[in-house]
């Protein structure tokens, strides 16, 4: 486990999930496969566009102050994002319009000296880490479908699963704030599945 990465993410299982949110779910990925191509869609617009805003961010008052000013408001775009992945990814039943902080744990120490150049270049960098994430994705939707199965039959899915879930959630969080200039460590290639202590 990365314990000494400065990101951390972390959710509980609930002890019980409610049947018609799997319903939700398979409406809201149904209206995003139209729009793309469901949370991967999701995915590469984010995927694109942190290292732009950062950027932009970065050229207007240099690295230590959007560290300072923007971080935090990133480091919130973020959270709201993750919150949204883990509801459509069946880690939790509640939808991100309530506290994103209520859902999940996602804090961050920023740290680096990010330049508009270093911020660009991480569209390239963040590469392999998004291949390997989108390999495990794939894996994810078969888990979510038997998921899903389990939920409708008993309201509940196997803490394996979960666990699953939690480590590619935990690894779209540390990739996102990498991504975003918010960290100068490149996340490590690691499915952390445990629960996670808070940076100290």
């Known amino acids: 486990m990365a314990a000494d990465y400065p990101v951390t993410l972390d959710i509980e299982q609930p002890q019980k999930f409610q049947r018609p949110h799997v319903v939700i779910r398979l409406l809201l990925l149904i209206i995003l496969s139209f729009v793309g191509s469901i949370?991967?869609?999701?995915?590469?617009?984010?995927?694109?566009?942190?290292?732009?805003?950062?950027?932009?961010?970065?050229?207007?008052?240099?690295?230590?102050?959007?560290?300072?000013?923007?971080?935090?408001?990133?480091?919130?775009?973020?959270?709201w994002l993750l919150a949204l992945y883990a509801y459509l990814g069946l880690a939790t039943d509640r939808f991100p319009t309530e506290k994103p902080e209520n859902i999940l744990r996602f804090e961050m120490t920023p740290a680096g000296k990010p330049t508009v150049g270093s911020a660009l270049l991480r569209l390239i960098y963040s590469i392999p880490s998004a291949f390997v994430i989108g390999l495990l994705g794939i894996?994810?939707?078969?888990?979510?479908?038997?998921?899903?199965?389990?939920?409708l039959i008993q309201e509940t899915y196997p803490s394996w699963i979960f666990n699953f879930t939690r480590g590619i959630l935990r690894w779209d969080a540390r990739l996102f704030s990498y991504h975003s200039s918010l960290v100068d460590r490149y996340p490590p290639f690691a499915l952390d599945t445990e629960a996670e202590k808070a940076p100290v």
């Open 39 to 79: 949370v991967g869609w999701l995915f590469g617009l984010v995927y694109l566009i942190l290292p732009v805003v950062s950027a932009i961010f970065i050229s207007q008052k240099g690295g230590e102050r959007f560290l300072a000013e923007d971080g935090p408001r990133i480091t919130g775009w973020l959270r």
């Open 139 to 151: 894996v994810g939707v078969i888990l979510w479908i038997v998921a899903s199965v389990f939920v």
